[in-house]
């Protein structure tokens, strides 16, 4: 399940410059831990990390690690009836988010065209078990951030329409204004094969991008729009809709209120940001803007949104890209 999370970090050779391999995770060792954990069947392990981890300092990815582990399903449940009712909510959360990936292997990656009756039932009788262990946690910890973003993805998987939509995003928001995740999950939410249109989600990707304070990590979302809206054009009006001057001068204003700005961290995804950048860039033809991108990035490559030039292997695509601006 394409999920837009962050990734890791490997590195390899390639003609004797830094390698282009795609990262597993973020680097943070307690990702590996958690996954370890969760593989073992070991809840009081993954409990133990999840629980050192506040949801101010970003549990998502630890707990995404946990939920596109093979079997928890099959334990998570037995694990919650030993718990207190006191202690049960993060159980919950873990139960609800891992529905929602399991959800995701049922249906496949594949076209919804290609996707058969039963696959649909099974994904959406998966979504609504997770909506309800999402809601659950959402009313016994009301400042969490993570069940009301994890409704935003059960949300477009249940189809429940762009107003339900919305409310939710701005439940997540109101709790962490600036969370990544939620408004990536927003944006796919109105971009045109959603339901949305191309106008609305480039307008929702600059008032986010431009809302936030400069060095933001939501300068993601500038490139990603117009990925989005390349993507849904036919060969040649695509690339010429990647190279007009406005495209092009739209990438270069949010990368100096992201990426360029002084107050820029590199923290959480802020590989994903240069990688997104790095694919913009080479697709508007601006040579200098990539290769900015792609020094920066040094190999680490990040699965979105390469797969969409090379699904199965996006560290060869970003190769391509990186040769074709002369990096």
């Given at each position: 399940?394409?999920?837009?999370?962050?990734?890791?970090?490997?590195?390899g050779k390639w003609?004797?410059?830094?390698?282009?391999?795609?990262?597993?995770d973020s680097?943070?060792?307690?990702?590996?831990?958690?996954?370890?954990?969760?593989?073992?069947?070991?809840?009081a392990?993954?409990r133990?990390?999840l629980?050192a981890?506040?949801?101010?300092?970003?549990?998502t990815?630890l707990?995404?690690?946990?939920?596109?582990?093979?079997?928890?399903?099959?334990?998570?449940?037995?694990a919650l009836?030993?718990?207190?009712?006191?202690?049960?909510?993060?159980?919950?959360?873990?139960?609800?988010?891992?529905?929602?990936?399991?959800?995701?292997?049922?249906?496949?990656?594949?076209r919804a065209?290609?996707?058969?009756?039963?696959?649909?039932?099974?994904?959406?009788?998966?979504?609504r078990?997770?909506?309800?262990?999402?809601?659950?946690v959402a009313?016994?910890?009301?400042?969490?951030?993570?069940?009301?973003?994890a409704?935003q993805?059960?949300?477009?998987?249940?189809?429940v329409?762009?107003?339900?939509a919305?409310?939710?995003?701005?439940?997540?928001?109101?709790?962490?204004?600036?969370?990544?995740?939620?408004?990536?999950?927003?944006?796919?939410?109105?971009?045109?094969?959603?339901?949305?249109?191309?106008?609305?989600?480039?307008?929702?990707?600059?008032?986010?991008?431009?809302?936030?304070?400069?060095?933001t990590?939501?300068?993601l979302?500038?490139?990603?729009?117009?990925?989005e809206?390349?993507?849904s054009?036919?060969?040649?009006?695509?690339a010429?809709?990647?190279?007009?001057?406005?495209?092009?001068?739209?990438?270069?204003?949010?990368?100096?209120?992201?990426?360029r700005?002084?107050d820029f961290v590199?923290?959480?995804?802020?590989?994903?940001?240069?990688?997104a950048?790095a694919?913009?860039?080479?697709?508007?033809?601006?040579?200098?803007?990539?290769?900015?991108?792609?020094?920066?990035t040094?190999?680490?490559?990040?699965?979105?949104?390469?797969?969409y030039?090379?699904?199965?292997d996006?560290?060869?695509?970003?190769?391509?890209?990186r040769?074709?601006?002369?990096r």
């Amino acid at each position: 399940m394409a999920l837009l999370r962050d990734l890791g970090l490997t590195l390899g050779k390639w003609a004797g410059r830094p390698g282009a391999q795609v990262q597993k995770d973020s680097g943070d060792p307690d990702v590996a831990r958690v996954r370890e954990a969760a593989e073992a069947a070991d809840w009081a392990s993954v409990r133990q990390v999840l629980a050192a981890r506040p949801e101010s300092e970003g549990r998502t990815e630890l707990l995404w690690a946990v939920a596109d582990t093979a079997g928890v399903e099959q334990w998570i449940t037995k694990a919650l009836d030993a718990e207190t009712e006191s202690e049960a909510t993060l159980a919950r959360l873990v139960a609800g988010i891992r529905h929602i990936s399991w959800a995701w292997e049922a249906r496949t990656a594949a076209r919804a065209a290609d996707v058969s009756r039963e696959q649909f039932e099974v994904f959406h009788a998966r979504l609504r078990t997770a909506e309800q262990w999402l809601y659950e946690v959402a009313e016994r910890e009301p400042r969490w951030v993570s069940p009301w973003y994890a409704l935003q993805i059960t949300g477009r998987g249940l189809q429940v329409g762009q107003v339900l939509a919305r409310r939710r995003f701005e439940a997540t928001v109101r709790r962490d204004p600036e969370h990544l995740g939620a408004h990536q999950q927003q944006l796919q939410q109105i971009c045109e094969k959603w339901g949305g249109s191309h106008e609305e989600m480039h307008a929702f990707a600059r008032a986010s991008v431009f809302g936030a304070p400069g060095g933001t990590l939501l300068g993601l979302l500038v490139p990603v729009a117009h990925i989005e809206q390349w993507l849904s054009l036919d060969a040649g009006p695509d690339a010429a809709y990647m190279r007009r001057p406005e495209v092009v001068l739209s990438l270069r204003e949010a990368a100096d209120h992201s990426y360029r700005h002084p107050d820029f961290v590199r923290r959480g995804s802020w590989n994903l940001v240069l990688n997104a950048f790095a694919m913009a860039f080479s697709l508007a033809g601006d040579r200098v803007g990539a290769r900015e991108c792609f020094a920066a990035t040094d190999g680490r490559v990040t699965e979105f949104p390469w797969s969409y030039l090379h699904g199965s292997d996006p560290a060869s695509a970003y190769r391509k890209q990186r040769a074709a601006v002369g990096r």
